[in-house]
T-cell receptor
């Protein structure tokens, strides 16, 4: 299975942009890059996903490297409510694979 | 409102007792999943179901059982054979297998 590597934790100041990195050097051509986040004592929530092109939605932006071996989730202006664990996950739709959650990155936002 | 619900939020049981966790969704999703999360860890897949009357074991199915008699319901039973049942249990659903998942609020099970 293709795996991802993320930093254990990151800190940000409120109202500043946050760039959360993810390495996935063994990604295959049909793997989608998904991001979920989990607020304390809640279930994870879907944030964004992409294949090759950068993606934007109301929650975040996803920047995907040209060789697809890494990606970055961008929160444009961090708020205290963005403090959560962020998971970067590869999902191969062709194989119907399951989401595999690693340890994720714990984002702390300082006021 | 469409969504996925789990009940109860907190559950306490004595060691050796079976316990069933509820999961209901009104999103008309075919696929449903159960995960377990231990403190400071990621989620691990227990069981999943692609469609009614079908389910498959995940990575840590031992000591658990499920049923999928209705599309909207996917209850999980934690049996006395599960050696370390105390954990946070999360249910999810997706329109089909491999698509992004919607999660319930979770049930925190404590076995005394």
């Amino acid at each position: 299975d293709a795996k991802t590597t993320q930093p254990n934790s990151m800190e940000s100041n409120e109202e500043e942009p946050v760039h959360l990195p993810c390495n996935h050097s063994t990604i295959s051509g049909t793997d989608y890059i998904h991001w979920y986040r989990q607020l304390p004592s809640q279930g994870p929530e879907y944030v964004i996903h992409g294949l090759t092109s950068n993606v934007n939605n109301r929650m975040a932006s996803l920047a995907i490297a040209e060789d697809r071996k890494s990606s970055t989730l961008i929160l444009h202006r961090a708020t205290l409510r963005d403090a959560a664990v962020y998971y970067c996950i590869l999902l191969n739709n062709n194989a119907g694979n399951m989401l595999t959650f690693g340890g994720g990155t714990r984002l702390m936002v300082k006021p | 409102d469409g969504g996925i619900t789990q009940s109860p939020k907190y559950l306490f049981r004595k060691e050796g007792q079976n316990v069933t966790l509820s999961c209901e969704q009104n999103l008309n999703h075919d696929a449903m999943y159960w995960y377990r999360q231990d403190p400071g860890q990621g989620l691990r897949l227990i069981y999943y179901s692609q469609i009614v009357n079908d389910f498959q074991k995940g990575d840590i199915a031992e000591g658990y059982s499920v049923s999928r008699e209705k599309k909207e319901s996917f209850p999980l039973t934690v049996t006395s054979a599960q050696k370390n049942p105390t954990a946070f249990y999360l249910c999810a659903s997706s329109i089909s297998i491999g698509k992004h998942q919607f999660f319930g609020p979770g049930t925190r099970l404590t076995v005394l």
